[in-house]
């Protein structure tokens, strides 16, 4: 029970912080809100204010413990000595006795949420790099770059949040305070109905949101999508009362400091501020400008940490994408463009399938809505009112940024302004909206879904309150969500702490303090994951010699430009090769390299390697070059340049610099050569891996290359240490205990 006991002091401490800040702030500004109102209104706002200041009490490496209890409850005297504690006194006109019996549909999913939200985190993102990072930074005591985590780049709002839960209570007091967004969210939809005599629109909506298989699932995770709602939800409603209030300078403020921390909560929201701009515009249409500018001047602080942030430490103010517009050695712009490939169908065929996947399958897309959402369209009728125009408006808003990633849980922004629709259009029938609730709380029961769902859809489980409570084991619940947990647990006891893990699939990072690194999330781990492959797949090793024969001449400097136009193919040399006669020209620290594009990867077809390749990262077009310029002058009469299979060997020419600053192209006679590739390279791929600071390697039996590193262990030179639900851990043994092991025969 002591555990439960720091969770809960963690979540309330972070709670209350936030709530403290947002009553300051809304004290400061117009009375504008009624009591119930203010309530949530006050932790989303306070939300994003604690956030940010988590934020830079990081930058000030104040991240401890005594500072997260010190902190907060220092905010919450703030707000109780200067009275901004205090609740106003409007009220919402009372709800209905029916609609409030009507609530009580909600309260065994509560029950169940609640349970979840106790329980130890086991969600696959949140268990990976939502709290993965947040430990790191933790343990560095201060917000730090993480360059090779495509994730780190991200804003990181709803992170900064679970820091402050994390730094007292660990794992689940950050899920909480997600959790209590799953508590406002259909409160401020309830509040919305009150407040403009739709208590039972209110109360429908509310319960299609709250019941949502994957509004549960999220929501009791560490995760950041119910949060995203809310922020939305918010932001409308600020925007809606603006409209009956339009001088009030506080509900700009309110409006610019919501977007700007929809923006640092999360980068799909910043059509956010795009639907402030427009309502703001629409309702101050005569005088629009000074609006604009408070919105924009409330925003910018809340904006500017993340961009100032990426562009300080990944040289991209919008990492980790937009990488063909701020070039950089930490993510790939060919990345991204798969990246975005993926997300925009997961393994679909068809966007028609994602009707059927998001409400009633749930593998494909990670996730359902719940089958009663099939009746989506049914909310169109509510366009024939006012109030349904606008929530569309928000709708269509808020699903702006859908089509980036078709996941389920990316719908989850809009469902408040979905969910109100369809209250609205049945709301002329009043047992309607009642029976609908009572089906939809049917079928996203856990028992109920696998009828219907696939077994793979991300969903609740029932969680006994002995596994809530601590009074089973945290290690075996967790084991059971997630068989790869048992592996981290190795590398705590296997794994020396400063050494680094390359592994190609994600583990629960969150329960490890050691450096591990998933391949595909950054520049440098695509580069060892080929480094890794390379002895493994023809295709990626240098079979290809072209020989580029010039008239023998002194230059300074050389230039090979490529010479094809090929969007659909990256330009890559293993490596290149100078020669005066049958005497190679020997790098010396005179020469200087240059690429177009993709600069900073230059030096890797100049490191003598077979294992490691310059990419352009960009399509193949005319005009792309590898320069070389000497320092002195020196002969030259060829230039050898090899390749991997799939580059083209007759689309190439020399340059060298001409006068006034131009570049002469020469008489280039081009030779192809099949060449096979040195013996070893299974051993060299570990020698090189060694060389990058990598000592350990993870690997499952569904990673391409397991069963090769099984049968050649010796050939490698690794020693497996771990096996563990077919994942194995091997260490990468140096060359002296290589040499030494293979000198015995072991």
């Not at 463009?337 to 065929?349: F, G, P, V, W």
Request: hydrophobic residues 50%; proline residues 6%; charged residues 15%.
């Amino acid at each position: 029970m002591g555990v439960v006991l720091y969770i809960l002091a963690g979540w309330v401490l972070t709670v209350a912080a936030c709530y403290a800040l947002g009553a300051l702030l809304l004290a400061r500004l117009e009375q504008l809100w009624a009591r119930e109102e203010a309530v949530a209104l006050r932790f989303v706002v306070g939300a994003g204010l604690y956030s940010t200041l988590v934020f830079l009490l990081g930058i000030a490496h104040l991240y401890y413990r005594a500072v997260f209890i010190v902190v907060p409850l220092g905010l919450v005297a703030l707000a109780w000595r200067t009275g901004a504690w205090r609740l106003p006194a409007e009220r919402l006109p009372a709800l209905p006795v029916f609609w409030k019996r009507v609530l009580w549909l909600g309260a065994p999913a509560f029950v169940l949420y609640l349970s979840n939200a106790l329980a130890p985190e086991a969600s696959p993102d949140g268990a990976s790099y939502h709290l993965g990072l947040v430990a790191k930074y933790y343990r560095e005591r201060a917000m730090v770059p993480v360059t090779t985590n495509i994730y780190a780049a991200l804003s990181q709002g709803m992170e900064m949040l679970f820091l402050s839960a994390y730094a007292v209570g660990r794992h689940s007091a950050a899920a909480m305070v997600h959790f209590t967004y799953l508590l406002a969210l259909p409160w401020l939809v309830i509040c919305y109905g009150r407040r403009y005599g739709m208590p039972g629109v209110g109360v429908t909506a509310a319960g299609l949101l709250f019941l949502s298989p994957v509004v549960g699932i999220d929501g009791i995770s560490a995760y950041n999508d119910i949060a995203a709602a809310c922020v939305w939800l918010s932001l409308f409603l600020i925007l809606r009362r603006m409209e009956e209030v339009p001088e009030a300078r506080g509900l700009l403020v309110l409006t610019g400091v919501l977007g700007g921390c929809a923006y640092g909560l999360k980068y799909t929201l910043f059509p956010a501020l795009a639907l402030a701009g427009v309502w703001v515009i629409w309702i101050h249409r005569r005088a629009c400008l000074r609006p604009l500018v408070t919105v924009g001047c409330a925003a910018v602080p809340f904006i500017a940490p993340w961009v100032v942030r990426n562009t300080l430490w990944w040289q991209n103010p919008l990492a980790p994408f937009f990488n063909n517009w701020f070039p950089n050695p930490y993510v790939q712009y060919w990345f991204e463009l798969d990246y975005r490939s993926h997300m925009a169908m997961y393994s679909l065929t068809s966007w028609k399938q994602i009707p059927m996947e998001v409400t009633v399958h749930g593998a494909a897309l990670n996730g359902l809505l719940g089958p009663v959402f099939l009746l989506a369209p049914l909310g169109l009728l509510a366009l024939r009112f006012p109030e349904g125009r606008r929530v569309w408006l928000a709708a269509a808003f808020a699903l702006a940024t859908y089509p980036s990633n078709v996941g389920t849980r990316f719908l989850i922004p809009a469902l408040p302004f979905l969910a109100l629709a369809m209250g609205m259009a049945v709301s002329a029938w009043r047992w309607a909206p009642v029976g609908l609730l009572a089906a939809h709380a049917v079928l996203s029961w856990p028992n109920v879904i696998p009828a219907y769902a696939s077994q793979w859809a991300w969903r609740l489980e029932k969680v006994t309150w002995k596994v809530a409570l601590r009074l089973r084991s945290e290690d075996n619940f967790i084991f059971s969500h997630m068989p790869s947990y048992a592996l981290t647990r190795k590398l705590e006891e296997l794994v020396p702490a400063g050494r680094r893990i390359l592994g190609f699939g994600q583990l629960p990072e969150a329960y490890t303090n050691r450096e591990f690194m998933v391949a595909f999330q950054s520049a440098e781990g695509n580069g060892l994951r080929d480094i890794f492959l390379t002895p493994l797949v023809r295709e990626r090793q240098a079979t290809r010699q072209v020989r580029l024969s010039v008239p023998s001449a002194r230059h300074k400097a050389i230039r090979v430009v490529q010479n094809r136009d090929e969007s659909g193919g990256q330009w890559s040399i293993t490596e290149m090769r100078v020669f005066s006669g049958a005497k190679e020209i020997l790098r010396s620290p005179l020469w200087q390299l240059r690429a177009k594009p993709t600069l900073h990867e230059v030096q890797k077809a100049f490191d003598g390697s077979y294992l490691t390749r310059w990419i352009t990262d960009q399509g193949r077009y005319n005009g792309m070059y590898v320069e070389i310029d000497f320092g002195q002058f020196e002969t030259v009469d060829q230039v050898v340049l090899q390749l991997t299979p799939d580059q083209p060997w007759d689309s190439y020419h020399v340059e060298v610099p001409g006068p006034n600053g131009t570049w002469a192209r020469l008489k280039t006679e081009l030779k192809l050569v099949e060449v096979t590739t040195p013996l070893g390279l299974r051993r060299a791929a570990i020698e090189e891996l060694l060389q990058r600071n990598v000592q350990y390697l993870v690997i499952s039996e569904s990673d391409f290359g397991a069963a090769d590193v099984t049968l050649n262990r010796g050939v490698w030179g690794v020693e497996e240490l771990a096996n563990v639900a077919d994942v194995k851990l091997y260490r990468l043994l140096p060359r002296e205990e290589f040499e030494a092991r293979k000198k015995d025969g072991k």
